[in-house]
């Protein structure tokens, strides 16, 4: 699809792909497609591996989620993969999903309905930070805005079981954020923007950290009540994060490699 077509023949264009039947759900493909674009940008994935899904509006227990065997700078709107709950693909799609990566996006879809996007990277900085006993520390503000509010999750293996998944989501609870233990990071948003902008900050907190520590001298940390404040503000009202910053990201990726939007 030419992205610089009008709306109305874009989405009409949408609606005669292969398993896409409404104009939202070509948007959240194409946010979507976005987002693996900028984590490919960001050096963010780990060649075939890793997966961000996204709820389809409207479908209820319907996902959309990476092909396994592409690189993400390769996701584009049109070849995500709609699946069900379970993993089986819905519609015409001549693409496989990697079924044990998609367990850990099925479990937290189906305990937080509130969430449109799970993110889940093998950002070195994140597994760096996880493998540390105190986990993230209140160093930077970047930091602060999870203070007191990100989850962790010890490492149990490759293959995730029920079990397991259960254990995740409990660990999760009502939070937007998490460090698996010797494994990576996950970030669930309300809406895909919000993913993205969660796991920038994330990232960008225990890169600081690493940093800060390669110095090998006593790190300085704010108060108790600096923290609480500090991080108050950067919440603020609570609604959803990312609504400023993504229509920027996106223009950021229209002038370098439009064709997530096809």
Known sequence: MDRLSPPGQAAHAALHRPAITTPAEWQ???????????CALYGWDDGIYTHISAAVPGQPGHY???????????????????????GNVVGVSQYR????GFRLHAAVHKARPDVA?????????????????????????????????????????????????????????????????????????????????LMETLDRACEVQLRAQAAVVPLRQPSEAV????HLQLVGDGAPEGVLEW?????????????YRT
Do not use: W
Request: with cysteine; glycine share 6%; net charge negative.
């Open 28 to 38: 959240t493909r194409v946010d979507l497609a976005a987002c693996y674009q900028l």
């Open 64 to 86: 959309l989620i990476n092909p396994f065997g592409m690189r993400f700078n390769e996701v584009k709107a049109s070849n995500l993969v709609k699946v069900d709950s379970d």
């Open 97 to 100: 999903i990697n079924q044990s």
């Open 117 to 197: 996007c799970v993110m889940h990277l093998h950002n070195l900085a994140g597994i760096a930070v996880g493998v540390q006993e105190t986990g993230l520390q209140p160093l930077s503000p970047y930091a602060l805005r999870f203070y007191g509010e990100l989850a962790y999750h010890d490492y149990e293996g490759i293959a995730m079981h029920d079990d397991e998944q259960l254990r995740l989501t409990h660990n999760l609870g009502a939070r937007h954020a998490m460090l698996l233990r010797n494994h990576g990071s996950l970030t669930a948003g309300r809406t895909i923007a919000e993913a993205f902008v």
């Open 227 to 230: 923290c609480l404040n500090a």
């Open 247 to 259: 229509p920027a990201l996106l223009r950021r990726l229209d002038a370098t490699s439009p064709h």
